[in-house]
């Protein structure tokens, strides 16, 4: 996988992949909801400013998920190529 693909690149394989691979499902959902939580602490300055290890940590998780997830699309390609 190029270094500049996206979600948005790999959006269809993603829908496939979260229809039919429960475990890819729930590592792209926790990605999503530390995103979202993420997002929404750091907006909040008063808990940002008391939270600043546990944000930290939320994005060192939010990274290992999505390298699994780039993982899994990987191998979803590499197994599609192989099928072709």
């Keep these: 996988m190029r270094k500049t693909d996206t979600w948005q690149d790999n959006k269809d394989i993603i829908a496939e992949l979260k229809l039919t691979d429960s475990h890819f499902a ?3 959902d926790e990605h999503a ?3 979202q939580k993420i997002n929404y602490l750091e907006k909040d300055l008063v ?3 008391s939270r600043d ?3 930290e940590q939320m994005k ?3 990274l290992h998920l999505k390298d699994e997830i ?3 699309i990987d191998a979803s390609k590499a197994d599609d190529a192989n099928q072709a």
């Design 60 to 62: 060192r998780q939010k």
């Design 26 to 28: 729930s590592v792209f």
């Design 33 to 35: 909801q530390l995103d």
């Design 53 to 55: 290890e546990e944000i």
């Design 47 to 49: 808990k940002h400013a």
């Design 70 to 72: 780039y993982k899994i």
